[in-house]
């Protein structure tokens, strides 16, 4: 190409929008369905359920510590898939450019693309690229949906959260909210704070081999909104109440200290690789076992537990404060981090 | 809501998020999926195979003569799964909102893409929103991806043309193109010239109860590139030649006069709700039957023919001029008309 920048014309669906794509992408993502060419890939499926989700990534700034946009917009798809149980079969990628990105970062996304696909063991089955006029974009957004099966006879959902359940979490709660803040604000705290963004269903898929799979009730990995809302979510979804311990939470120091200094909740930031388990109380301790003998999971912890509606008579979410007293955690209702993902 | 625009906090994943969608579409779309507000949606399917296929809308104008993006993202991933003989199962939806949207054009679009859904018979099963800031976008993009069920032995591809296969065209051609420009440049030309956007799934499968299903080879929808650039697809993914004859494309005189007073050739211009069948000779009446008995291929005609490669030794689409001459017609390069879907 004799530009180093995307133009208007790579989004016309002609020549030069094969050409990008062939340039970028096919080199990278090369596989049967996505060398056809078609409109849509035709993908063989057996008898059962499959899971079915969309996300689309506008995350600012598009690179930051531990990860890019890329790399998120396919580890996000994938545990959205995999807290339903799923295993990914494929996923789609449609890209909206802006014009005058520079090639050199367009390829640094398919290079990381490329590679979280490699390491999930999923292909890139379907895909569209568009570009709009500069300064009606920023740089790039990524839509990526992706299609998986669900094992047999396995039905979770954050309706499933009965009194008496355990909650835990998968590790340390707040990385890639705290990443992308310290990246975006160029605040230095001496130790980098690296996104957690991780593909989440090898470890799902090994506390089912762990567990009994009706023993689990639901799995949810805290993305936007945090811990916090996702909590507030399955406690009105189950309409129950969830009690946390705010020691038990896992938190980095660094975080932490990020956190003070900007007056933001750790429980509120975004997650991108963590993951909350609900289960019956017997059988938390297999949850956990399974967890902590995984890179992903080794810091997992028990934080709370599930209980019946108390006094006022609707799904509150508390936290036992270190301090010894007790608050409400509410969902998160404005926008402290625009763009987390 | 207190405001009448899209505000950052309904980015955020929280309460915002949760009420606008509450109120725009949930109301709207509501299904078993969608209700369960889950991350991913769980659908049955029976053994066989899966068509899946993604586009992101970008159109400018988001409200155009004949539709506006919501239909359009609903009806042209239909049709896409649709080329693929598909009937469509679910539909996911990613929207990103530009901040500052007005709810009422949000509400528009959100009763349009309701309204196509109901018509197609299909669900939006997943979805998400996300908010980027005034001038990091256009007021709403959207994402659609989508699954469908292909038929049991149905192989179609634009790798199948053989040379003595009939092409045809469903009807009009450069509708889309042409409203989408008239509607831009407040250009009057009396008649207002209107998209042809419209799903096609039971057009197709009009198709194939007509007509034996090994003797269609492909379905193809010109949108971005128009027919022009579909033809080359085909002639190259098959490594043939197609020759079509000007005077059989059936073209309306309102968009020849846009394209002669703009200098543009309707071969170019995109379709929303058209598609290109190639099919064996013998049986391409039985196609042009099927496709004349029903409201959306009443202007169907037979435009050429394919061809064994010629002299040249590569795949050329030429076409028969009114005038008796004769005219390679290549692929799009360029950009004639940025964001026209």
Do not use: W
């Amino acid at each position: 190409m004799k530009d180093d920048r995307v133009l208007l014309d790579h989004g016309s669906g002609g020549l030069a929008t094969k050409r990008l794509i062939e340039e970028f992408f096919l080199s990278r993502l090369a596989n049967d369905y996505l060398s056809r060419l078609e409109d849509s890939a035709v993908v063989p499926v057996q008898e059962g359920r499959l899971a079915f989700t969309t996300d689309s990534y506008v995350v600012d700034p598009i690179f930051f510590p531990g990860g890019d946009i890329g790399s998120l917009a396919v580890h996000g798809t994938i545990n959205d898939l995999a807290m339903q149980g799923a295993a990914p079969m494929a996923l789609s990628m449609g890209l909206i450019l802006e014009e005058g990105l520079m090639f050199s970062e367009l390829e640094r996304v398919a290079e990381s693309i490329s590679q979280a696909c490699i390491e999930a063991g999923v292909a890139i089955a379907a895909a569209d690229t568009k570009v709009v006029p500069l300064g009606k974009g920023d740089k790039i957004f990524i839509n990526t949906s992706g299609i998986g099966r669900v094992p047999k006879g396995l039905y979770l959902g954050a309706h499933r959260a009965r009194p008496g359940d355990v909650v835990i979490v998968s590790g340390f709660v707040g990385d890639h909210g705290a990443a992308i803040l310290t990246a975006r604000s160029n605040l230095s705290f001496g130790t980098e704070i690296k996104s957690d963004s991780a593909p989440l269903h090898a470890l799902v898929s090994a506390v089912l081999e762990r567990c009994p799979s009706d023993k689990i009730r639901l799995f949810r990995d805290p993305t936007r909104g945090g811990l916090a809302t996702v909590l507030n979510e399955i406690a009105m979804s189950s309409n129950v109440c969830i009690e946390i311990d705010q020691d038990a939470v896992p938190i980095r120091q660094e975080v932490s200290g990020v956190c003070e200094l900007l007056g933001l909740d750790p429980l509120y930031l975004a997650n991108e690789g963590k993951c909350v388990v609900v289960v019956e109380e017997d059988h938390s301790q297999l949850v956990m076992d399974a967890l902590s003998g995984l890179a992903l999971g080794r810091h997992a912890a028990v934080i709370g537990c599930v209980k019946e509606l108390g006094g006022v008579g609707r799904p509150v979410v508390t936290m036992n404060t270190s301090i010894g007293g007790r608050r409400i955690i509410s969902m998160l209702s404005g926008e402290p981090l625009p763009r987390i993902c």
